[in-house]
């Protein structure tokens, strides 16, 4: 049996929605009321069995269609990766592209989600502190100027020097698999990437 995929013309949203006007959101008082299970039902139960609560690990903030989501997934079959995105139509694409994916192809898939959320706001709600890399990317050179400066002036991260990024599997992919991404290939943009680490806790 065929199954069809969401189509994206169904789902059209303007590009940007304002992060700090009102919303009306589902969001745990803190990270550990988080059921993640009823987002990674079938990974979360065998997990639970074997090894004890999950984690999700990979977090794409503003997520869009869903395109990295998609990419990281067969990457990184064991550990759970999550989108976030604000905007409703588009949040609901990802959340259909995810369920026919999944019923597509009998145990893939199984490690990404989607969640409509405000990441500006709620991010601590949903993630304990410690995450290890934050990758920033985008086509703006002003925005990509602002987020190294300030994640550069910030105490708790360092930048990760190029030579470090060589073999990242993901790095190339962040500029090629997402619907942002790839418009830029398309007009002949340019993507400004940075990549930062976690200084270790000293205590």
């Known amino acids: 049996m065929s199954?069809?995929?969401?189509?994206?013309?169904?789902?059209?949203?303007?590009?940007?929605?304002?992060?700090?006007?009102?919303?009306?959101?589902?969001?745990?008082?803190?990270?550990?009321?988080?059921?993640?299970?009823?987002?990674?039902?079938?990974?979360?139960?065998?997990?639970?069995?074997?090894?004890?609560?999950?984690?999700?690990?990979?977090?794409?903030?503003?997520?869009?269609?869903?395109?990295l989501l998609v990419e990281l997934s067969p990457l990184f079959p064991n550990q759970l990766i999550l989108g976030l995105e604000i905007r409703v139509k588009v949040s609901d694409y990802v959340q259909d592209r995810i369920r026919s994916l999944r019923a597509a192809e009998t145990g893939g898939y199984q490690n990404i989600a989607c969640l409509r959320s405000n990441a500006m706001k709620y991010l601590p709600n949903f993630f304990s502190k410690g995450q290890g890399l934050v990758y920033t990317n985008t086509d703006v050179e002003e925005v990509h100027l602002w987020m190294v400066k300030h994640f550069s002036e910030h105490p708790l991260f360092t930048q990760v020097p190029d030579a470090e990024l060589v073999d990242d599997?993901?790095?190339?992919?962040?500029?090629?698999?997402?619907?942002?991404?790839?418009?830029?290939?398309?007009?002949?943009?340019?993507?400004?990437?940075?990549?930062f680490r976690r200084v270790e806790d000293q205590n």
């Open 3 to 67: 199954v069809l995929m969401p189509q994206k013309r169904y789902y059209r949203q303007r590009a940007h929605s304002n992060p700090m006007a009102d919303h009306t959101f589902e969001y745990p008082v803190c990270p550990e009321d988080m059921d993640w299970s009823q987002l990674y039902p079938e990974f979360y139960v065998d997990q639970t069995l074997a090894k004890g609560p999950v984690q999700v690990e990979f977090a794409d903030i503003g997520c869009g269609y869903g395109g």
């Open 169 to 195: 599997i993901i790095i190339n992919r962040l500029g090629t698999c997402t619907e942002e991404g790839k418009k830029v290939q398309r007009t002949g943009g340019k993507n400004y990437l940075a990549v």
